[in-house]
């Protein structure tokens, strides 16, 4: 089987280019990677979209989800050619589970003090408090940086929390989840049992919630040994 391509799905707050310290090591390493724009409006559309992303693959997918994404490719990872999931401080829901339930079973974390509503046509988005980013989000990335991220957030629709996961890929395909064990955004045993529920592989890294940002070397080495193991 040729080695699969990685495709990095990015969360809520966050966007594509808060891969792009583990893309330059995963090409570097000669890995084929694609890294789409998740639209944050509805788990249930959004792995949609990302399914198609898949779909359009020639060969075999490894799924990687951070955060939020972890959700999308828990739906999104059932397509045929994805044969594996990867999951970087993120939400491995069970079939017919929300984000909201899930987080329910465990005690708030600091970022639900800090979330923002703000209305548009149509809907609810949620972001998180622009001063507050740094801390909840990024406190072992560069300040600088963290400060442009703040200002620069992909919004999630508060809709998004409630939808029940249509399905659970990692029933059927092998896993990989990294904890963020110093995580102020998700509660890591929100991450810790859902990969154990799971099945996963279970790397923990001291990090914040941009564990990509903060962790990218210790984050290809996972990517690369779920690779391995699938290719």
């Not at 330059?24 to 992303?53: C, F, K, W």
């Not at 980013?133 to 992909?154: M, N, T």
């Amino acid at each position: 089987m040729p080695q699969p391509t990685v495709v990095l799905v990015h969360g809520a707050f966050a966007d594509a280019a808060s891969f792009a310290p583990v893309v330059s090591e995963l090409l570097s390493s000669g890995v084929t990677v694609r890294v789409p724009a998740v639209p944050n409006r509805s788990l249930i559309g959004d792995a949609e979209y990302i399914a198609s992303v898949v779909r359009a693959i020639d060969g075999p997918v490894l799924l990687v989800g951070h955060s939020y994404g972890g959700a999308v490719i828990t739906v999104a990872g059932a397509e045929e050619n994805v044969v594996g999931l990867v999951y970087l401080a993120g939400y491995a829901l069970e079939e017919g589970e929300s984000l909201a339930e899930l987080q329910g079973r465990f005690p708030d974390s600091p970022l639900a003090t800090a979330l923002v509503q703000t209305p548009y046509p149509g809907g609810v988005d949620i972001t998180v408090d622009v001063e507050r980013f740094p801390s909840i989000f990024a406190a072992d990335v560069d300040p600088e940086v963290a400060k442009v991220l703040a200002v620069g957030q992909r919004p999630l629709a508060y809709a998004a929390f409630g939808e029940a996961a249509p399905a659970a890929a990692w029933k059927t395909r092998p896993s990989w989840g990294v904890v963020s064990s110093s995580d102020t955004t998700i509660n890591p045993d929100v991450e810790r049992f859902g990969y154990e529920r799971a099945g996963a592989a279970v790397t923990e890294i001291d990090s914040s919630h941009l564990v990509m940002l903060a962790h990218p070397k210790e984050v290809a080495d996972v990517i690369r040994t779920a690779l391995a193991a699938v290719g």
